[in-house]
C-alpha cells in the first residue's frame, strides 16, 4: 500500500488513544475480542481438474468507547493447471461510539485482484453512522455516510501510467436479523461516488449462515460488484458465490 494510505490507517489506533471512560452501549458483549474465520473448498477431477478456494477472517475489538473491525478475504480459482480467479481484500474500521444509536467511522481499504484491470484498489473515508434499530437479540439496521478519497491503479497491461484519484462520497448500510437462536441472515451495501466524475463502485453481500453444532456453522453468501468505469476488455459487474464452513469465536 502506498506510504499515503498509510498514514489515515495510523491515525485509526492514534486517535483511540483519548478513549473514554463510559460503557459503550452498542457493545452486547463483555468479550474484547471476539471475530470467526471461514473457508470454502471445492476440488473436481475427471474430465477437467478444479480447484476453488475462499477464506474470511473478521474480528471485532470491543473498547469502552471505541469498535474496531478488522477483516480479511481472498478467493483462489484453479482449472486444468491454469488460475482463473485470484484475489485478496482486506479493511480496518474504527467506530466512536457516542451513544446507543450514533459513531463516527475512520475505515481503510485495499482490494487486490489479478483479473480486474487493477493493480490495486484502495480507498479512505470517515463519517456518520446511525444505528436506527437494534434488538437483545443483536439484530440491528445502522447506515453511515462519508467522505474520503479513492485511489485505483490500473495495471499496465490495461494502461500505461494511469491511475483513478479522486475524492469520493461513502454510503454505507448493514442489515442484521437472528432469525432464530442458531441461524442469521446479514445484508451489506456499500457505494463509493467519485465527487469529481460521478463514477461509482458499489458492492451488496447477503449471507445466510445456520449453526451445526456450538460455534460451528455453514454459510452461503452472494456478493455482487458493480463499478460504472473500467479498464478496457473487464467487466463492470462481478458475482460471487460461496458455500463455506464458519468458526466463530
Known amino acids: 500500500m502506498k506510504q499515503r494510505y498509510q498514514l489515515p490507517l495510523l491515525a485509526i489506533f492514534a486517535t483511540q488513544m483519548a478513549y473514554a471512560a463510559e460503557t459503550n452501549p452498542q457493545n452486547k458483549t463483555d468479550k474484547s475480542w471476539q471475530g470467526s474465520a471461514e473457508l470454502g473448498v471445492l476440488l473436481t477431477s475427471g474430465n477437467s ?3 476453488n478456494l475462499n477464506s474470511k477472517f473478521n474480528v471485532i475489538q470491543q473498547l469502552k468507547t471505541w469498535r474496531n473491525t478488522y477483516a480479511f478475504a481472498s478467493i483462489y480459482a484453479e482449472s486444468d493447471d491454469v488460475k482463473t480467479e485470484e484475489q485478496y481484500r482486506s479493511s480496518i474500521q474504527a467506530d466512536y461510539i457516542f451513544n446507543d444509536r450514533q459513531f463516527w467511522y475512520l475505515r481503510g481499504a485495499y482490494n487486490k485482484d489479478l483479473f480486474s ?3 490495486y484498489q484502495s480507498s479512505a473515508s470517515t463519517g456518520y453512522g446511525n444505528r436506527f434499530w437494534q434488538e437483545a437479540d443483536g439484530s440491528y439496521l445502522e447506515a453511515s455516510v462519508g467522505a474520503g478519497y479513492r485511489n485505483n491503479k490500473i495495471d499496465e497491461d490495461y494502461a500505461t501510467d494511469s491511475s483513478e484519484r479522486t475524492p469520493i462520497a461513502r454510503l454505507s448500510a448493514t442489515y442484521e436479523k437472528h ?6 441472515f446479514k445484508q451489506e451495501l456499500n457505494s463509493e461516488i467519485s465527487t469529481e466524475n460521478g463514477s461509482s463502485i ?3 453481500t447477503s449471507s445466510l449462515q445456520a449453526n451445526i453444532v456450538d460455534n460451528l456453522a455453514m454459510k452461503l453468501s452472494y456478493r455482487v460488484k458493480h463499478s460504472t468505469d473500467v479498464p478496457v476488455d473487464t467487466k463492470k459487474v462481478s458475482t460471487e458465490t460461496s458455500v463455506s464452513v464458519l468458526y466463530s469465536f
Open 117 to 119: 484491470g487493477y493493480e
Open 49 to 51: 481438474d478444479t480447484t
Open 202 to 204: 458499489s458492492e451488496s
Open 179 to 184: 432469525l432464530s437462536s442458531t441461524s442469521l
